[in-house]
């Protein structure tokens, strides 16, 4: 995969506390496993990424939207999910 100026195969950082990209891990599986979240991580495969690659994809916007309804004090809308 390329990517700006970088080439060649890309690698999951093991940087970082263990136990909480294990549990970010573990989200990413049970949130492919669900119909809200499916298409999402059948989206990042299409792309190409390998099924670990696809699965802390979700993981990571999974982070992003649970961080952003604790800020906002919202509700989670699956339509909006669905729409980005």
């Not at 809200?36 to 990424?49: H, N, S, V």
């Amino acid at each position: 995969m390329d990517s700006g100026q970088r080439t060649g195969i890309r690698r999951l950082s093991k940087r970082g506390d263990t136990e909480t990209r294990r549990l970010l891990y573990n989200a990413g599986m049970a949130g492919a496993k669900t119909d809200t979240w499916r298409c999402i991580y059948e989206r990042e495969r299409a792309k190409g990424l390998s099924a670990t690659a696809a699965l802390m994809a979700l993981a990571r916007r999974l982070v992003r939207i649970a961080y952003s309804l604790f800020k906002s004090g919202g509700q989670f809308d699956r339509n909006r999910v669905m729409m980005a």
